[in-house]
C-alpha cells in the first residue's frame, strides 16, 4: 500500500530554529525542546508537538539547546554571551553562566551534575553546577569557533567539533587531545549514540559514521544536497538528514540505501533528531517551524490515527491516508 507521510507542524517560533534535543523517556512520556534565533526557547511534548512552555531570559539568539534525561532540567547557549540552566518543570531559570562570546553548544552529564558548554571563544567549559559560583575548568585547543560539544564514554571524555574543520576527542579528567580528526569541510553536526559508541558527522554533503572511542570510520553516504544535520534511529536500522534543499532524506542504515525524501519545510532544514523510542522524528527549519515526521508511516502513534476514507475503502484501494492535525502553540 502506499503511503502519504503526514509531519506535525509545530508553530510558535518567530525566527529560524537551528537546534532540538530529546528527553529521555519519564513517567510522564518524552519531550522536546527547540533552540531558535528569537531567544525564546520551548519545551513540548515530544510524541504530539504540543506546546508546554517558553524559557524567557535571553536577550540574543539562542543557538543550542538540550534536556537532561529526566526532562526535568534544560539549558540553552546564546548570543548574549551566556549559558543559562533552568527548571524544566517550572520554566524558571536557575543559573546564568556568563561567557566572553557567543556560546552555541550546551549538555548535560548523565548524572546533570555537570554542565559542558562551547562557542566561539574557542574554549570548552566545564561547569559544576552544584557550585555554580566556581571558575569552570576550560579546554584549550581549537583555533575556530566551537559549533558543538558533546559528552561520550559515560562522561569520562569529550567530544568537540569547530570550524576549524576538526572533530576532536578529550580526556575529562587530563583534559588533553586523545585524537583529532581532520575534515575537508566545515563540520555542520554531531550526533553521539551512546549504545555501540556511535558518533554521527556532517560536512558538505557527506553524512560519516564513527566509532566515538577512536574515530574510526565506520561508513559514510553522500546526500544529493548540502546536508545541515543527521540522525541515527536508536536500534541503528535507518538514519534521517536534512539540509539545504528542504528536504528530509531517510536511508537504510547497513545498505546506505536512500528509503524516502520528503518536502514539508519552507526553508534549509538547520536540525533533525530521532525521538527516544524511534518512532518519530523531529526537524527544525529556517522557516521556524518544527516538524515531526513517523518513522513507520500509518502507524497509530501520538496524534496520527491511520484511517481509510470510507469512499476509499474497496477492493482496489492502495491508498492509506494518514491524517494529522496541525499543532498550535
Known sequence: MAMRQTPLTCSGHTRPVVDLAFSGITPFGYFLISACKDGKPMLRQGDTGDWIGTFLGHKGAVWGATLNKEATKAATAAADFTAKVWDAVTGDEVLTLAHKHIVKSVTFTQDSNYLLTGGNDKLLRIYDLS????????ITGHTSAIKKALWCNNDRQILSAADDKTVRLWDRSSMEVV???PFDASVSSMEYIPDGEVLVITYGKTIGFYNALSLDL???VDAPASIHS????PEKEFFVAGGDDFKLYKYDYSTKEELESYKGHFGPVHCVRFSPDGELYASGSEDGTLRLWQTAVGKTYGLWKCVLPEELVSENSDTLYCTAPEVKS
Open 131 to 138: 557550585k555554580p559560583e566556581a571558575d569552570p575548568q576550560e
Open 179 to 181: 585524537k583529532s580528526l
Open 218 to 220: 565506520i561508513k559514510t
Open 230 to 233: 543527521a540522525s541515527l534511529h
